[in-house]
T-cell receptor
């Protein structure tokens, strides 16, 4: 099976712009989670989608949003970019069996630089 | 905020030596996972241990879990230069209060350097 893919891999934006990142999960995985990784804060959970529904959300401002499509592909959007949004954005997909989350498999990430 | 802490923050060893990393967490968990990350790339899954398990092995990796102490350790035996990476533990608190769907909480990681 193909792994989790993320596009684009690198992105440079300026303050005030918006950005959309894409994630394609492993075939058959309906849960997609998004994380932000920065040197100062480490890995922090953004949100999780399952069957097109957001089930969980981390402590991030409303500028961070996401969605999931019927084929389980997911996008996240950051509006009105700030310098502090510069980070590695990682998505992960997983199976849920018997109401229990299995292993999360991560994509290679999208590195966003905000100037 | 991070679930817990990893210890040590950095570890430097010679090839062939064993490397041990520890992870502590704060809340009850469903499972704990260990990941490796090379130079800011994606996370590679190493091993998952469930809350009712005490020890798991995978190749040169051995993971223990002590839920009474809320701690876990990762042992890499016979380290190789290719094991140089950051290692993270991540906890899945399950659906406590229905708020933990799809959320892993990560430690700050241990930077392992294996010298040839």
């Amino acid at each position: 099976k193909a792994g989790v893919t993320q596009t684009p891999r690198y992105l440079i934006k300026t303050r005030g712009q918006q950005v959309t990142l894409s994630c394609s999960p492993i075939s058959g995985h309906r849960s997609v989670s998004w994380y932000q990784q920065t040197p100062g804060q480490g890995l922090q959970f953004l949100f999780e989608y399952f069957s097109e529904t957001q089930r969980n959300k981390g402590n991030f401002p409303g500028r961070f949003s996401g969605r999931q499509f019927s084929n389980s592909r997911s996008e996240m959007n950051v509006s009105t970019l700030e310098l502090g949004d510069s980070a590695l954005y990682l998505c992960a997909s997983s199976l849920w069996t018997s109401g229990r989350q299995e292993t999360q498999y991560f994509g290679p990430g999208t590195r966003l630089l905000v100037l | 905020s991070q679930q817990g802490e990893e210890d040590p923050q950095a570890l430097s060893i010679q090839e062939g030596e064993n490397a041990t990393m520890n992870c502590s967490y704060k809340t009850s968990i469903n499972n704990l996972q260990w990941y490796r990350q090379n130079s800011g790339r994606g996370l590679v899954h190493l091993i998952l241990i469930r809350s009712n398990e005490r020890e798991k092995h995978s190749g040169r990796l051995r993971v223990t879990l002590d839920t009474s102490k809320k701690s876990s350790s990762l042992l890499i035996t016979a380290s190789r230069a290719a094991d140089t990476a950051s290692y993270f533990c991540a906890t899945d608190a399950g659906r406590t209060g229905g708020t933990s769907y799809g959320k892993l909480t990560f430690g700050q990681g241990t930077i392992l350097t294996v010298h040839p």
